[in-house]
């Protein structure tokens, strides 16, 4: 798979550096030099005094040194050639090198310092200060080190991809697009660049933009697989989800061993409604790979979406006759069970899930939810907020105990407050948004709990519980006809036969 360029990790560049490849055959890429031989990249000028020959020696051991793993002796070689011939840049690089690896960052960033000081038309110091001043967080200082590279050189991908980089650390996407924009005018052959302009789009929230600087990643590469994962993400964010699915699709097509797109793929044709599709696509993922633990449960979420629950436990079953003993497996089946309503058999999956991981959050959320669909609220409470300890950010359970909360009655500042906690998580969330409503209402905020009921309408119109929230709001307010007109929409959309019941008197007596 094609690897995408990011900042380099510093270590990994050193490691490269310090190889038997010449240092200057990697580093002078930015300066467009030939390697020198190791007599004029160490003296520039020949001059055969006692002095250089001393310094060549300890430099040559320097070198050794470093080629077998052994920075602290090559450090000693080095200074030893430095005091026999002072100023010579590029030992002050070496010896830089050594000490980044050896972590003393600050004695690197001297060297580095002195070796710039003594020849300042040499980009490859200023390359390495610039990429241990971003590992050290001083982002300032590794900008302007890219941008003296960038004048000196003023068409070197490397100073000025790696200075857009540093702008997008900053989070100054505008500046960090105005390089790659830069670039491309004359790089129009790269597809990477086009990809890395793409992502800044994204992150700027120009989607459309982000969208034509892909395809033209993938017209100038037509096997660049993460500019087709790109594209179908981006299509999903516009609610695409056809775009979405024919652009990851493509990239199976081009990387057919990527598991994590067969998931996707699953769930995004769920999502489109294709059920069909979405099995085929888990079934053929199974039987490539028949110990994808994932997709069993993702394929048994389906089923139990589709109120196939029996086929659910065929799927989860399969999983265990493979031998599965984690225990994802186990809560995946207590669920599947607590659907059914088989609550003692869905414990005793939860206990063996226990017994694999006390501390997973998600066994005592879900045990939780057995719990308050058992009548048991204060054992749901309470393993409800043993899931938030072990996970303080854990959505789900924040939101369920809220509106647990809500519905009990009595707690309301509490359960706004876990609610709210949700939402910082996935503001977007319908679910949780109905619930801050509902919590609102109950609290006697009835204009509060309508903004918030409509926006989670807005995102989710076919939940007949918002639908059934709202309707007790604009009932509140006075606004009879509203409320029916949702109570009727709700009863469409076909919910439990429990809550039909509770509509249709609400109905009645709305007359």
């Known amino acids: 798979m094609r690897a995408t360029k990011y900042i380099f990790s510093l270590a990994v560049l050193i490691t490269l550096l310090i190889s038997t490849v010449d240092l200057d055959a990697v580093i002078d890429i930015s300066a467009k030099k030939n390697p020198l031989s190791l007599w004029e990249t160490v003296v520039q000028k020949v001059r055969p005094t006692n002095a250089f020959s001393r310094s060549l020696a300890h430099f040559t051991m320097g070198v050794i040194n470093d080629n077998e793993s052994k920075p602290e002796d090559a450090i000693r070689e080095y200074k030893e050639a430095i005091e026999s011939e002072p100023g010579v840049s590029y030992l002050h690089t070496r010896l830089a090198i050594d000490y980044i690896l050896l972590k003393k960052e600050d004695d690197a960033v001297e060297e ?36 003296e590279i960038a004048r000196l050189d003023p068409n070197s991908i490397w100073a000025l991809s790696s200075l857009a980089d540093i702008f997008v650390l900053q989070k100054k996407m505008a500046e960090a697009a105005a390089v790659y924009e830069k670039l491309l005018e004359d790089k129009k052959d790269s597809a990477v660049l086009y990809f890395n302009l793409a992502v800044i789009y994204s992150r700027m929230e120009r989607t459309d933009e982000a969208i034509e600087m892909l395809k033209e990643a993938v017209s100038v590469d037509g096997e660049y697989v993460e500019a087709y994962i790109g594209l179908g993400i981006l299509y999903e964010m516009k609610k695409d989800l056809p775009g979405a699915i024919r652009n990851f699709e493509t990239a199976l097509e081009k990387d057919p061993l990527n598991t994590k797109l067969y998931h996707h793929i699953g769930i995004l044709y769920y999502k489109d409604k294709k059920v069909d599709r979405a099995i085929k696509k888990y079934e053929l993922l199974l039987k490539n790979n028949p110990n994808d633990l994932d997709a069993y449960i993702e394929l048994s979420n389906i089923y139990l979406g589709e109120k196939r629950p029996q086929d659910a436990i065929k799927a989860l079953d399969a999983a265990l006759e493979r031998g599965s003993k984690e225990a994802s497996l186990y809560i995946a089946l207590g669920f599947t069970y607590t659907v059914l309503e088989r609550y003692d058999e869905a414990l005793k999956f939860y206990n063996t899930a226990l017994e694999i991981d006390r501390d997973d959050p998600k066994v005592h959320f879900y045990l939780g939810v057995l719990y308050e669909k058992r009548g048991d609220k204060e054992l749901a409470a309470g393993e409800l907020r043993e899931a938030i300890r072990l996970d303080p950010d854990f959505a789900d359970a924040c939101n369920y105990l809220g509106y647990m909360l809500v519905e009990k009655g009595g707690a309301l500042d509490e359960a706004i407050l876990l609610i709210k906690k949700a939402l910082e998580t996935d503001p977007d969330n319908a679910a949780y948004i109905d619930s801050l409503g509902w919590a609102y209402f109950k609290n006697g905020m009835t204009d509060e709990a309508l903004t918030e009921l409509e926006k989670a309408l807005k995102l989710e119109p076919g939940d007949p519980e918002i639908r059934d929230h709202l309707g007790e709001a604009y009932l509140k307010k006075g606004m009879k006809g509203r409320a029916r007109e949702e109570w009727k929409k ?10 039909q019941d509770k509509i249709r008197e609400k109905l009645r007596k709305a007359r």
Do not use: C
């Open 490 to 499: 709700a009863l469409e959309l076909k919910p439990s036969k429990d809550m």
């Open 112 to 147: 580095l310092k002195t070796a710039k000081s003594l020849d300042p038309s040499d980009v490859r110091p200023k390359f390495l200060l610039a990429l241990t001043y971003t590992s050290l967080g001083m982002l300032e200082e590794a900008r302007r080190e890219y941008e």
